[in-house]
Nanobody, 126 residues
Framework: QVQLVASGGRLVQAGASLRLSCAVAGRPSSIYTMGWFRQAPGKEREFVGARQWSDNIIYYADSARGRFTISRDNAKTTVYLQMNNLKPEDTAVYYC???????????????????WGQGTQVTVAS
């Protein structure tokens, strides 16, 4: 079992930066991929980006590429989502997720992930 706790979301102005954290507990060794998703009111949960847990293979959605960066600490207990130049359309609840299956490609749909954090609200004011 893996437990995920997301934090760091808050209200910011457009153009600001924000770093979200996702603490990993339980059996982090069972994780193959860590992902970030977001869900705005009235919309489906959307892929933001993900990285394979033990190497540097990272993939971002078009909306995140160039502005967002996923990293993790060396102890593999926390994954981060650094978000720069935030825009009002980035407003959403952000979720971290973990996939335990070995895959050839980075999973990009919510159904492919086994474990989810509780979400953290990011609001970007214009």
């Amino acid at each position: 079992q893996v437990q995920l706790v997301a934090s760091g979301g808050r209200l910011v102005q457009a153009g600001a930066s924000l770093r979200l954290s996702c603490a990993v507990a339980g059996r982090p060794s069972s994780i193959y991929t860590m992902g970030w998703f977001r869900q705005a009111p009235g919309k489906e949960r959307e892929f933001v980006g993900a990285r394979q847990w033990s190497d540097n293979i990272i993939y971002y959605a078009d909306s995140a590429r160039g502005r967002f960066t996923i990293s993790r600490d060396n102890a593999k207990t926390t994954v981060y989502l650094q978000m720069n130049n935030l825009k009002p359309e980035d407003t959403a609840v952000y979720y971290c997720a973990a996939d335990s299956r070995t895959r050839v490609t980075i999973p990009t749909t919510p159904a492919e992930y086994d474990y989810w954090g509780q979400g953290t609200q990011v609001t970007v004011a214009s």
